[in-house]
């Protein structure tokens, strides 16, 4: 946890954020850093890699970080992503708002003059979106991004350079084993082919084909988004300024600078836009195409090769965590992969050589489960002399109703989805029947619908019609494992015709990294699944947040012109001092808002090794800028840098391999609404801040004297 002097005569809540937020700034870009965190009176420790779970694990027993840490756990449940980008912003924007304080800034304009801007910005950042096209057209090909086996991760311009180009200063390489991490082998130094991931064999993936036709990149979608009023209007302070003007268009204070061209390809290969979207995690990307290009094939199946549309369907993909096996046994299965007892080997060996009937309990299978409603009997009693006697009486005379009811029915599997009575489990395998407890509800949906089942609650509610049938059970391995409880299990696969069922086996060595693994996996099948559903993406890399903030220096700069012309008699549909000062303090406002973004791009510099210091990455960052700004148009520049093949100091001697580096990229909506969220915490932290503790005359006061008034 950072440490940091709190000011008890500043605005708490705003130290508060910037110092919980300070302890995720490892977990942006793509070489993360991961954190333990230790009990302070048990000592048990646990590994983190993201914001989400580090939030998770800090004890915040303060309203601010009970606040960031809902903020946090809402966009990891909605979108299972961005959480980092949400975390490192409250704490840029926290610092940025207090240096709007120290300038005398009143609350209400700080509130108004954010907001304003970040909805500006997002409005900007449209011209960056590219189109997604058909990227399942090509998913039979075996080639990606063919000729080119390593890259390196760079920002601004935004591409991924390959380490043996020269263009990485040598100051930056290590040479030390930490160093390997930062150099990524491309997919373990060969293409893209998704066969070799997915058991049994499916489809590789997809060749490069970018569109040539050039793609309108802006849309109406985000329009009203884009205009969304602040959630933050019950405060006083809010609710005694409307805003004077809306502006908009070429000669607003706050519209979009410039027009972008529209950039000349869009995304059409299913590989590029995986490549693109991992954010360096290769290896769990990979098996999110995996999943997704099998559920394709099935689709395809099931529409008998008729082309129709997809829905990347993240409910009917699971993870089966194996702790203890090498990590190239991690692969993509159709169908439910889960652990049993090696006890059922002998088991197994005959039941895989017949398909099964199956039977799924949606409660607990043991003696006393009663569903949810049930009310007992009252005032019923019973006396005997041993009870002891009685309980394993009822339990054998149950174990053996149940059995009679398997055989009755012949059925050789059952699935529960809660616990399972280790007396009947035996007793079942003695019998030659399996019996599978803890499967999650969409595993059953699953089963119902491809082998005919009915789910049930009670095995006397069993009959002909709630059985299902052509269920095959095989082993996934032979290798048994070792969880840590000292009981050998293994890995058996569960499939039936026509099932829409995948399940991604995680496995690795080490059992502390194995939640950091499957996390991964579930961030970056969430990033797919937005992409596919949206059909659009944003150029990456930095480049949204770039654009952000040479977006916002602009709009300063014209805010203050027309200060200018406010001091000297303009503006005369304004009479009061307030809108004055929205006009006068304006330029402040959004250079602070400016300035996280300064501070999100030069974290993320830092963080990829780009740079060996803060103070390089921040000098880097701000060449950018001054190019940007100097073009005139910052959108324009950004994408002139990802297009452009000749030239310039970051194309010097590549551009030979130029076309094929893979672009980055990033989506839409979830990045969106983790700038909101931020933004939106630190202005409710404000607003808490300046009405409980500092109180009404602190922050209004200094805006009256600043323009001659006094309200009485």
Known sequence: MAHKVMNQRRHVGLQQLSSFAHTGRTFLGPVKSSKFIVDGESH????????????????????TGQLLSEAVRAQHSSY???TSTLLFLVGAWSSAVEECLHLGVPTSLIVSGMSEGLSSCIEAVVSLQLPLHDVFDHVDNTEAFSGLESFRVSLCPFLQVPSDTGLIPKACRHKDGASQSLTVSRLHGRPVKSAELVSPQAPGAADQSPSPAPVALRSGLLADSCRRESVLTLSRHCRRLALDQRTGGAGGVLGPHGTAAPHPHACSDLAELAVGLSHGDHSSMRLAEGAARLQHRAASARQGGLAGPFTFDLSRVFTCCLPGLPETFSCVCPGYVTVVSVSSATLLEDLQKQPLRVVL????????????GFNRSANVKTVLESTKQLQRDSSELWTDHVLQVLIKFDVHLVLVQGRVSEHLAEACVRGKRLVIGSVTGGVMQAFAEASGAVQVAYVTQVNEDSVGSGVSVTAWRSVPLDVGDGINRMAIMLRTEGINLVTVVLSGPVTAQMQTREDGFWTCACRLY??????????GGGAVEFLCLSHLQ?????????GDQVCSGGLHNTSSWLA??????RPTVLKCLASGWHRYLSALVCNTASCSSELEAQTFVQCHLQHAT??????SYILNEYSKLSGGVFNSGISHKLEQIPRVYDIVTPKIEAWRRALDLVLLVLQTDSEIITGLEHTQIKSQESEGFLFL
């Open 80 to 82: 299972g992503t961005g």
């Open 44 to 63: 048990e420790s646990v590994l983190v890699s993201s914001a989400a779970r580090l939030l998770e694990s800090l004890d915040l027993p303060s309203a």
């Open 630 to 635: 100097d073009s005139g148009s910052p959108s």
């Open 554 to 562: 602009i709009l300063a700069e014209q805010s203050l012109n027309k």
């Open 580 to 585: 004055s000062s929205l006009a006068l303090y």
């Open 530 to 539: 937005y992409a596919l559903k949206e059909q659009k993406v944003f150029l």
């Open 361 to 372: 309990i949606e409660g607990d299978l043991t003696e006393n489960y009663r569903h949810l």
